[in-house]
């Protein structure tokens, strides 16, 4: 979102996405990489981000492929819960790319719901974000 700014506290050095006055924090590394790819962080002093209110931690956007360390579990982030896929055939059989998954710490993976399972054999939903289909050459 062009109007939201990415401040990191001086001190903690926790990092936040502000938006309308309200500040959001961003509990991995994995949210900038795919929610905010190239956006500048500013540095700011702790009474700086005092005056903006506290929102919900970041999550995952929707059509975002990730899995959680230590974890062979690969979800696709779906009306903004996570759906797990049965197996790396569902995966590849519905032309996902194994590059476009991202590793989570699984903080903020765990914010998310859990969405229906995808299996082969069962009509996949529309619901899928096609936009951020990886499709395989």
Same mark, same amino acid.
């Given at each position: 979102?062009?109007?939201?700014?990415?401040?990191?506290?001086?001190?903690?050095?926790?990092?936040?996405?502000?938006?309308?006055?309200?500040?959001?924090?961003?509990?991995?590394?994995?949210?900038?990489?795919?929610?905010?790819?190239?956006?500048?962080? *500013?540095?700011?002093?702790?009474?700086? %981000?005092?005056?903006? #209110?506290? +929102? &919900?931690? =970041? @999550?995952?956007?929707?059509?975002?492929?990730?899995?959680?360390?230590?974890?062979?579990?690969?979800?696709?982030?779906?009306?903004?819960?996570?759906?797990?896929?049965?197996?790396?055939?569902?995966?590849?059989?519905?032309?996902?790319?194994?590059?476009?998954? *991202?590793?989570?710490?699984?903080?903020? %993976?765990?914010?998310? #719901?859990? +969405? &229906?399972? =995808? @299996?082969?054999?069962?009509?996949?939903?529309?619901?899928?974000?096609?936009?951020?289909?990886?499709?395989?050459?």
């Amino acid at each position: 979102n062009p109007l939201t700014e990415l401040f990191q506290d001086k001190k903690s050095g926790g990092v936040f996405a502000v938006e309308n006055g309200t500040k959001h924090p961003i509990l991995e590394r994995a949210i900038l990489k795919t929610n905010f790819p190239y956006a500048k962080i *500013v540095k700011k002093k702790p009474a700086e %981000l005092d005056r903006y #209110g506290n +929102g &919900e931690a =970041i @999550r995952f956007a929707d059509g975002t492929l990730v899995s959680a360390e230590g974890t062979a579990a690969v979800y696709i982030i779906s009306n903004g819960a996570k759906r797990a896929f049965t197996s790396g055939d569902v995966f590849e059989s519905l032309g996902y790319n194994w590059s476009q998954v *991202v590793r989570s710490s699984g903080k903020t %993976l765990a914010l998310h #719901g859990d +969405g &229906e399972v =995808i @299996r082969l054999g069962v009509t996949i939903p529309d619901d899928l974000p096609p936009a951020l289909l990886a499709k395989t050459p």
